[in-house]
């Protein structure tokens, strides 16, 4: 059983107001990842990380800025909220398997709503 | 891109096999191929892995080809429950590329 925490799990808020989404693992994970996911669309990649103080930009360009400082903690930061930044985001931590294998674990999603 | 290619959508008769295929003609000798569900936009959920022989677990099966250009995600008698949207990605990596998946609906 996957130990992945996200909160809050649903979020409603103004224009201009500064988020924080949190994320926890308890399970050691070195990496972790943000992806964004607008309704019926696929998983986009945003920011991962390799382990603390290691954050890099995903392959979707996003506002959203991360930071690692623990090993078990991957926030996720919107400086000033704007209605286009309305998605679900997901969590996900992995560690390095035997060969390249990287199964994914992931979290059950904030579903932000800026109006 | 995403490096997979999978039907738009797909039926399954409740308690039928549901046969979900994937096209990843790509595919490098060092990728695995993933396959993950998502359940009314929960997080995604593992299923099973593979990297050049066929498994098998609790949930489903699958089969790749000798060529590991393609692969088969087997659910052996689908539920009312396995209703989702089913994604199959190959990475030899940290990242996944998720494409757009199979949207599975099982009838009752």
């Known amino acids: 059983e996957a130990d992945i925490y996200q909160t809050p799990r649903y979020l409603v808020i103004g224009t201009g107001k500064k988020i924080t989404l949190e994320c926890s693992q308890t399970m050691g994970h070195d990496k972790m990842y943000w992806y964004q996911q607008d309704p019926g669309m696929e998983l986009h990649l945003i920011h991962y990380?390799?382990?603390?103080?290691s954050t890099e930009k995903g392959d979707l360009s996003s506002e959203s800025t991360v930071s690692r400082i623990r090993t078990e903690h991957f926030p996720l930061t919107l400086e000033s909220a704007r209605p286009s930044h309305t998605s679900q985001y997901l969590c996900?931590?992995?560690?390095w398997g035997q060969g390249n294998y990287n199964e994914q674990f992931f979290g059950p999603g904030t579903r932000l709503t800026v109006l | 891109d995403a490096k997979t290619t999978q039907p738009t959508s797909m039926d399954c008769a409740e308690g039928r096999a549901a046969n979900l295929p994937c096209n990843h003609s790509t595919i490098s000798g060092n990728e695995y191929v993933y396959w993950y569900r998502q359940i009314h936009s929960q997080g995604p959920q593992y299923i099973i892995h593979?990297?050049?022989n066929n498994e098998t677990n609790e949930m489903a099966s699958l089969i790749i080809t000798e060529d590991r250009k393609s692969s088969t995600l087997i659910l052996p008698h689908a539920t009312l429950r396995d209703t989702a949207v089913y994604y199959c990605i190959v990475s030899g990596t940290y990242k996944y590329i998720f494409g757009t998946g199979t949207r599975l609906k099982v009838l009752a």
């Open positions: 996900a931590s992995s560690e």
């Open positions: 990380s390799y382990g603390v103080n």
């Open positions: 593979g990297l050049k």
